[in-house]
């Protein structure tokens, strides 16, 4: 059995953000990541982040997990982290969290604080060979090329023109791999005009109104077909034949929240945050009064909120301990939400703040100690 | 392999070159990076064949949350080849169906 105070399930944006606020005031931190890299998908990230200066705006992701890595070195050995260890279980009768190490070392953990920072997973959508080996997540696009540096195919058909379809799509143009076109079953494009005009300066169609009727190929991806559909959801039209070898599927994402379901967390399925998330209140405090949550985990949404997420939460799991005075405390949650207002003001993001509003609890018991 | 040679960003800084078998057969990879990367590589996509459909897979999400690259390394089944490092003389096969998972002479799980 292991003992921390603080046990952050998750190294990306969010976890590493709460793991660095915790242990700045003191608080023994320890970080598990089913990943064999620390940063989440923040290292599989080329672009430079908007937002603002104060989450780094202007610095391409893989950069800003190095600066969050860095500054948690300099907290020594206050800061335990294992790679390639999931976070398997959390037993609510003795508060106990089930770990393993590669696929067959189990450990347990007993923390005192824990925040779930587990991200995010893939959709799928439905269509005929939807599991030959060749539909990717892109996520797992991103993972092969910008980590690894493995081409993925020779002629990508991008499924989605939201902006990690755009932003993969731009991507693997960037990494010598032809992009066929991009397919969106809206009828407008959902990610930033900003990243759409770079693919498209590149010559790659933007297909609205239209999805993926079938992938084609015996073993492996061989092309696909794609079609125009109606408002009604029917396909019309004829059918476009697209020669390529890799489908990629950029459709959304679920928050991963089994670890908060286990935790008997109070849940609520809020589609503007893509799934079920935690009830919390303003220190990103759930209902289990152990547990906290950030980042992807917490609802979708992007890098930029869930370090301050994680800021947040980080910094209410250092009170909790005791480590915090309340006045401190106050003042840099005040200033951590501030922040947080700043990103989520825009108009794309009235959706994030409608989902939000129904997930926040105004008032909580966990700030009473 | 297929591996990315010149991008506008990023520098990619590859460990060891080392051996392994797929199926039998020798091939290469960079040691410590996840067995499914180093299969890509190589021209490797399917990965699994499914126990009733019999259909194949390859690798889906690369973070370990899908099971769609579950593969048989060293004899153990299920193993989530998109978070599992490659090491030198591993022995790599394609999972059909659920895999076995050994069992010692005292009864205990391997």
Same mark, same amino acid.
Do not use: L, P, Y
């Given at each position: 059995m292991k003992n921390t105070e603080v046990l952050v399930i998750g190294g990306g944006p969010a976890g590493l953000s709460a793991a660095a606020e915790a242990a700045s005031y003191g608080a023994k931190v320890m970080i598990v990541d089913s990943d064999l890299r620390l940063g989440g998908q923040l290292i599989k990230q080329t672009h430079k982040f908007f937002g603002s200066a104060f989450e780094? $705006? @202007?610095?391409?992701g893989f950069v800003i997990s190095d600066m969050l890595l860095d500054e948690l070195k300099g907290y020594g050995d206050r800061v335990e982290t294992y790679s390639n260890c999931t976070a398997l279980g959390y037993y609510k009768d003795d508060g106990v969290v089930n770990c393993m190490e590669g696929e067959e070392n189990y450990f347990k953990v007993l923390p005192k604080k824990i925040l779930v920072a587990t991200g995010a997973q893939e959709r799928l959508i439905p269509f005929p060979n939807n599991d030959l080996p060749g539909v990717y997540g892109a996520g797992a696009v991103q993972t092969l090329m910008n980590v690894y540096g493995v081409v993925p195919g020779k002629r990508v058909l991008m499924v989605g023109a939201g902006n990690i379809g755009l932003i993969v799509s731009y991507q693997l143009l960037q990494a010598g791999v032809e992009v066929a076109a991009i397919v969106e079953a809206m009828p407008r494009i959902g990610g930033y005009w900003v990243h759409a005009a770079k693919v498209r300066r590149l010559g790659v169609p933007i297909l609205l109104e239209h999805s993926i009727k079938e992938a084609l190929g015996k073993d492996v991806v061989e092309g696909a077909i794609i079609q125009q559909i109606s408002p009604g959801c029917g396909f019309i039209g004829e059918e476009i034949h697209v020669d390529c070898d890799v489908i990629c599927m950029a459709v959304g994402l679920n928050p991963t929240c089994e670890l908060l379901w286990q935790a008997g967390c109070e849940m609520k399925y809020v589609p503007q945050l893509c799934g079920h998330v935690a009830i919390r209140d303003r220190s990103m405090r759930t209902t289990n009064p152990n547990v906290w949550v950030a980042g992807d985990a917490a609802g979708i949404e992007e890098a930029s909120s869930a370090m301050v997420e994680g800021r947040i939460a980080g910094l209410s799991m250092a009170h909790e301990l005791g480590y915090v005075e309340d006045k401190e405390y106050r003042e840099k949650s005040a200033l951590y939400w501030e922040r947080l207002n700043a990103l989520r003001n @825009?108009? $794309?993001s009235a959706k994030i703040r409608e989902g939000i509003a129904q997930v926040l609890m105004e008032s909580s018991g966990g700030m009473e100690r | 392999m297929e591996l990315i040679r010149e991008h506008p960003i990023l520098e990619f800084s590859h460990g060891r070159l080392v051996k392994f078998t797929f199926e039998g057969r020798e091939m290469e990879g960079f040691e410590g990076e996840p067995i499914a990367m180093a299969l890509h590589a190589n021209g490797i996509r399917v990965y699994r064949e499914t126990p009733e459909m019999k259909r194949p897979r390859g690798f889906f *999400?690369?973070?370990?949350? *899908?099971?769609? *690259?579950f593969m048989v390394v060293d004899g153990v089944p299920n193993v989530r080849t998109c978070i599992t490092p490659l090491k030198e003389g591993m022995r790599i096969e394609v999972q059909r169906g659920k895999g076995k998972i050994k069992i010692n002479h005292e009864g205990d799980l391997k």
């Open positions: 780094r $705006a @202007g610095t391409r @825009g108009e $794309a | *999400c690369a973070i370990g949350k *899908c099971s769609s *690259c």
